[in-house]
């Protein structure tokens, strides 16, 4: 069977030579860069090498890259880190309605802990406001935390107007760039940010693997690990080698072919979304128009779930996701999708087509020869059809919004 991956925010295959040479320091290179023996020093010049390349392909000092076990590892350390050493000064923080969870349930977490937390709204292109950020601020914000570009609706943010705006007030500024490294320009100094987040897996690196990026002279200190003094008593734990100089590679391929490969996918995206929208009946695009990864086209389909079309696609050998990838599984529309204003019944007919390296127009080809079918006959089947009758009669009294009805 075709098999089409369309599922690259989830995650991504490894280069072939990134995984190749990894391979390498699992078994030659085996040292802990830590020893002072020639294996050691071997390993650690090699993590001090990948360390400039990831710094370099964001614009930052190799002193001031942490390398970590991921993308909500770095969120975490970022988040937690700024509140607890800077709780003294204040002890509100502020993010938006539209992060990862990994940012989300961070801050969530410290508001247990007698911070005080803004969760700003989003408009129904799921983008951050300047003036609400604005007038969000107090005398007592220690954090800001807003993500570069949405994993779920491919939004990007104005970070460098808000993160100007923490400037003016001394208060530092974390984005997850997660999403973003790879597919748009991420400069920490251009964006004038204090703490961003990446993350291996994302941009054909390896999973369990990423960095937090902490400009010099940053008030924070690393607060969630006890242990060794690794990455300067910045991440206590032996250094995930062969990660981190898979980490490095992607960083440097991603620097390298970001313009090209994001015009072309541009173009794909482009072309998937004017068909979508031309040949199927009753869809919206979620997310901005045009503020948007390069890679990213997301939808609400009326009166279909996303589950389903999910598992027809993928019975045609296309891999899609309805959401993120973290609560792809959970009963509950997403919480960026409700936090637009997409009301829940038609939240539950997301669906999340991510672009990568390997896709070509004939991939859109044939998503365009299998989605019309998969949708018209799904509809036919869907209670949730207002033009299906029947299916209307015969639909669950007790729910007053139909799609929740699962019974
Ligand atoms: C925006 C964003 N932040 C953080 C993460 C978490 O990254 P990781 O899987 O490396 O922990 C993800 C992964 O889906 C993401 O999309």
Not at 138 to 144: G, R, V
Not at 175 to 195: M, R, Y
Not at 236 to 242: D, L, R, S
């Amino acid at each position: 069977m075709r098999r089409v991956y369309f599922d690259h925010s989830a995650t991504t295959p490894v280069r072939r030579e990134i995984a190749e040479e990894i391979q390498k320091f699992m078994t030659d290179y085996f040292g802990n860069p830590t020893s002072l023996h020639y294996f050691g020093r071997q390993v650690r010049k090699a993590v001090e090498e990948a360390r400039e390349k990831v710094a370099s392909s964001i614009g930052a000092q190799p002193g001031e890259i942490v390398f970590t076990s991921g993308g909500t590892e770095s969120d975490n350390m970022a988040i937690h880190g700024i509140a607890m050493t800077n709780k003294n000064r204040g002890n509100h923080i502020i993010t938006s309605a539209v992060e990862h969870h990994a940012v989300l349930n961070t801050v969530k977490a410290l508001g247990k802990e007698g911070f005080t937390i803004t969760i700003l709204p989003v408009d129904k292109y799921g983008m951050v406001s300047v003036d609400d950020l604005a007038n969000a601020i107090t005398n007592k914000t220690i954090l800001i935390s807003i993500m570069h570009a949405s994993n779920e609706v491919g939004t990007i943010q104005p970070i460098k107007e808000l993160a100007a705006l923490a400037r003016e007030k001394n208060i530092p500024f974390h984005t997850d760039a997660v999403q973003s490294l790879g597919k748009i320009p991420v400069d920490v100094n251009e964006l004038g940010v204090d703490l961003l987040t990446i993350s291996g897996h994302k941009i054909y690196g390896p999973k369990g693997v990423g960095a937090l990026y902490i400009r010099k002279g940053t008030r924070w200190r690393q607060t969630l690990f006890h242990g060794g003094a690794q990455e300067k008593l910045r991440r206590a734990g032996t250094e995930n080698v062969p990660g981190i100089i898979g980490l490095g590679m992607a960083c440097e391929f991603a620097m390298q072919e970001r313009e090209q490969e994001a015009r072309r996918l541009s173009g794909l995206r482009d072309r998937l979304i004017k068909e979508v929208m031309e040949k199927i009946p009753h869809v919206r695009l979620t997310g901005h128009p045009t503020m948007r990864l390069p890679n990213h086209a997301s939808f609400c389909f009326e009166f279909i779930e996303g589950e389903s079309m999910l598992l027809s696609l993928d019975m045609k050998g296309i891999a899609a996701s309805s959401g993120s990838a973290c609560t792809s599984g959970s009963l509950e529309p997403s919480h960026v999708l409700l936090s637009m204003g997409i009301p829940h019944e038609l939240a539950h007919g997301s669906i999340r087509i991510t672009l990568g390296r390997d896709n070509t127009e004939e991939d859109i080809d044939y998503f365009m020869e299998v989605m019309p079918p998969i949708v018209e006959r799904l509809r036919a089947m869907s209670p949730l059809d207002q033009e299906t009758e029947f299916a209307m009669e015969s639909s669950c009294e007790a729910c007053k919004v139909r799609s929740a009805c699962r019974r």
